[in-house]
């Protein structure tokens, strides 16, 4: 094979590339966005100032369906890329016939993108008359890897098809054709075709197909010797040099979708007999892709903006500067978008005023109510303590003072059993004035504070103990602060002290007895006696009694009443406690929290 010299493949090369140019497109355009099925309406200006496509986020595909075409006129003139070989960017060329189509979603793809192509080469096995009796094929796809825009300059990758030859087969051929079945645009280059044909019983065999006889220089409308031109366009194929060998090639250039060149060795006689396996092994560069119409499919864009664009490229893949495109703009569904959800935040925001405003309200009409309902019985309480010391207190003390009056004048006049039954009757007046007294005093919600509570109860307790003839010593605090008491727990605890006051006298015949009343848990300060507890000892030196443990609640009237004592304290939530043994003291201690107080108070 004889070497062909660096300077001439270089005009070679440009050779080629113009020719290429040649034949861009002048026009592209995208006709169609289609979106689920739906065709959207597309502006025929496809500028960047015009209205985009609004497509929601939602949305299962977006087809974009685009073309390009030939115009005759100048505007189907391009011009050839400044710094390629054999031209300027001011070199204007003949009319376009046709154009390779790529495409980009600025946003999503990061390059221009192919819907591949094929091309092919193919086994053909003829019979003796040399009509075809069978063949074998295979797809060369997309754009081979390196691939530099020319055939001459792209690095070539090894191929391979084995086919077994049918009944008849005499002889095979290799064709190479630009068309593999879609609408090609696009170029490759073949080199190194080698046959090698495998039989049983035989010797392998090896012809490699050559391209010999091209002469001193290689013009691109030569012809190999045994190869021929093909397909519906013949010109279409040609002979290139590959500049850093000198090496002569074949190159299809394929810029018409509608039509196809081919390479064919039909000249090259390689015989086989039926049954042979036929292997073809060739080394090949290409670049194909679709032409005059074609789609881009996309689905599941996020929202926003996006551009899309079709450019046209010349058959090896050199752009031409011409391109269409056209924007979309995908929207979020409705329940994502920024206004609604500010819509609902701001919905949510008035209808929990809303609620707060209207649950406030209930809870107010609610502590309205309550507070009117604790007022009218307050006002109710004062009412029948009103009553009760205006009425049945004052009848009652005129009773006791006719009762006296009565006793003084049958005094040394009516036998001693009148007399007795006399003073008697006065004695008990008295005790029924003290008990209305203190029911009047239980019942007056002016009581209902700790500070009313303590000087009555130690007041009554002296009073008690003074008539007794028995002596008092009191432990309470000098300053009391004005907690919340409710009536009914003042009332119970007033009645557990005057019971065991009372038993004291009558049972221990104490000389003295201790009152004690505390604070425990801290000081106390308004509201923050949560944990506090109201401590009351009743402490006499008597001499002592059984405890209920060891001697029957119903043993006596007076013992069987520390069962009444205790029921009322833990009624309140409190604590009794006794410690008492015969010929000793009697201790009883009451505790009882102040929160029950509080919240009895508030019920």
Known sequence: MRAVPKPFAVLVAAGAWCAMAATAAADVRITKVVVDGREMPIEA?????????????????????????????????????????????????????GTRLRYRLDGVDSDWRDEPAHGRL????????????GSSDAKMHGTSEGWRGLPETSPP???????????LASSVVVNFLSNGGDEVVGAMAIDDVVLSIAAEGREPRQHALSLDGLGDKVHPLATPTGWGRSGSRGEMSRVAVRPETGKPILVIEDDDPTEYGSWVSRGITVSVEPGDAVTASWWAAYSLGLGGRST???????????????????????????????????????????????????VGLVAGALVARAVSLRRMRRRLDEMERIHTLDRERARIARDLHD????????????????????????SAATVARAEKACASAMDLVRSVDAIVWAVNPANDTLDRFVPY????????????????????????????????????????????????????????????????????????????????????????????ATVPEAHSAGRSGLANMRRR????????????????????EVAVPLAHGRSAAGR
């Not at 664009?309 to 329940?335: C, K, N």
Request: glycine share 12%.
């Open 457 to 548: 109860l130690t007041h009554s307790a002296e009073q008690f103990l003074d008539a007794a003839g028995v002596s008092v010593r009191f432990d309470v605090p000098d300053k009391v602060p004005p907690l919340p008491l409710a009536g009914t727990v003042r009332h119970d605890l007033f009645l557990v002290v005057r019971e065991a006051i009372n038993n004291a006298v009558k049972h221990a015949h104490p000389r003295i007895v201790r009152l004690g009343v505390r604070l425990e848990n801290g000081a106390v300060h308004g509201s923050h006696a949560n944990s506090s507890q109201l401590v009351i000892t009743i402490e006499d030196d008597g001499r002592g009694f059984p405890l209920p």
């Open 569 to 588: 304290v833990e009624d309140l939530g409190g604590l009794f406690v006794i410690e008492s043994r015969p010929g000793a003291c009697t201790r009883i």
């Open 391 to 414: 009425d049945i207190g004052a009848g009652l003390t005129e009773i006791a003072m006719q009762t006296d009056w009565v006793r003084r004048d049958v005094q040394g006049l009516a």
């Open 122 to 133: 193919s086994l053909i096995f003829l019979d003796a008359g040399g009509s075809t009796v």
């Open 296 to 346: 881009a499919l996309y689905g599941g864009l996020e929202p926003g903006t996006y551009w899309f664009r079709v450019a046209a490229f010349l058959p090896g893949g050199q752009p031409t500067g011409i391109e269409a495109g056209v924007r979309v703009v995908v929207v979020p569904a409705w329940y994502w978008r920024r206004d609604v959800w500010a819509g609902c935040a701001a």
């Open 45 to 97: 200006a496809q500028a960047a100032d015009a209205a985009p496509i609004r497509v929601p986020s939602n949305a299962g595909s977006i087809l974009f369906v685009f073309e390009g075409e030939a115009d005759e006129g100048d505007a189907g003139r391009a011009t050839v890329p400044a710094g390629a070989a054999g031209g300027t960017s001011t070199d204007v060329l003949p009319p376009l016939r």
């Open 157 to 167: 990758k090894a191929f391979s098809l084995t086919g077994v030859a049918p009944p």
